[in-house]
């Protein structure tokens, strides 16, 4: 299982970057995928998640109506669109999944927004 993110970088506040996780080695299309994201000297949180197909797609109330998450069953990506991007969204953001029981993580990707 390998889950790899990109798409970070530096931001300006109120700008938009979309972040990218491929994923291989499993049946993506069957997984339920989530964005989670680790501030300087903070926990990780929980971003958003999508599940395999239909139904409600949940937020962090800190980016409900800033951010969508969608995915791309056809190539093994799952996305993150961030817009009116906040310096309080800076942060390493990784990509999860968890199979039968067992929590995958990518290496992350840094989102930075500064002026």
């Known amino acids: 299982v390998q889950l790899v993110e990109s798409g970070g970088g530096l931001v300006q506040p109120g700008g938009s970057l979309r972040l990218s996780c491929a994923a291989s080695g499993f049946a993506f299309r069957n997984w339920l995928m989530s964005w989670y994201r680790q501030a300087p000297e903070k926990e990780r949180e929980f971003v958003a998640a999508i599940r395999v197909a239909g139904g409600q797609t949940p937020y962090a109330n800190s980016v409900k109506g800033r951010f969508t998450i969608s995915r791309d069953n056809l190539k093994n990506t799952v996305y993150l669109q961030m817009n009116n991007l906040t310096p309080e969204d800076t942060a390493v953001y990784y990509c999860?999944?968890?199979?039968?029981?067992?929590?995958?993580w990518g290496k992350g990707t840094l989102v930075a927004v500064s002026s």
């Open positions: 999860k999944t968890i199979l039968n029981g067992t929590v995958y």
